[in-house]
């Protein structure tokens, strides 16, 4: 059964403390690996998508990565306004299978 | 920038009445999808639509469930009787399509979601 998996459920930095964040994946046929940012009570927004293991994108704080079984989002120095949910999803056929997200939560 | 809308914002109905979210995906977009997320669970995948039929739906999207494009700009979901546990955000999607590698257009854009609460 394809499976996406995602942790920590939840994570506390410092602001500037720099971590990463995991996205497992079991899928048969992977298209492509997307990250997406969701705040509260919003949809998700693109943030990321990854096809071949090896590949690496960057966006102001946030790096991803990609290898054959798994997805890493990397945060450097992060500031409050990152704090949201991460949602990695992965592309199969032509459906999307979402993990559950990581909270994150920047402290000043 | 074009973005995906969705209305309403939020719904509330009792149950067993039927319920129409509707969603304007962005106008060159080809694949249309549902998906929900009750609250505080993952979001899960409903059903897409692509060229005016469904080609794919989950075990979710059962009898009570059903799409339409009424026209070129709108995509609904039809809930026919809605039961307690309808009740989540409901999210629309769409996204281009083109062949070949590296499918860059398959990245999905999300709506705002529509909070449907069932009583």
């Known amino acids: 059964e394809d499976q996406v998996t995602q942790s920590p459920e939840a994570l506390r930095l410092q602001e500037g403390e720099s971590s990463s964040l995991n996205c497992s994946y079991t899928v048969s046929g992977l298209r492509g690996l997307f990250w997406y940012r969701q705040d509260p009570g919003k949809g998700p927004e693109f943030l990321f998508t990854l096809y071949s293991a090896g590949e690496e994108k960057e966006k102001e704080r946030l790096k991803a990565t990609l290898t054959k079984k798994e997805s890493f989002l990397h945060i450097t120095a992060p500031k409050p306004e990152d704090s949201a949910t991460y949602l990695c999803a992965v592309m199969s056929g032509n459906q999307f299978y979402f993990g559950t997200g990581t909270s994150l939560t920047v402290i000043p | 920038e074009p973005e995906v809308t969705q209305t309403p914002s939020h719904q509330v109905t009792q149950m067993g009445q039927e319920v129409i979210l509707r969603c304007v995906p962005i106008?060159?977009?080809?694949?249309f999808y549902w998906y929900r997320q009750i609250l505080g669970q993952k979001v899960e995948f409903l059903v897409s639509?692509?060229?005016?039929?469904?080609?794919?739906k989950s075990e979710i999207f059962d009898d009570q469930f059903s799409v339409e494009r009424p026209d070129g700009s709108n995509f609904t979901l039809k809930i026919r009787s809605t039961k307690l546990e309808d009740s989540a955000m409901y999210f629309c999607a769409s996204r281009p399509w083109t062949s070949g590698f590296p499918f860059s257009t398959d990245t999905q854009y999300f709506g705002p979601g529509t909070r449907l609460t069932v009583l």
């Open positions: 639509f692509y060229n005016n039929e469904i080609s794919e």
């Open positions: 106008s060159n977009h080809l694949y």
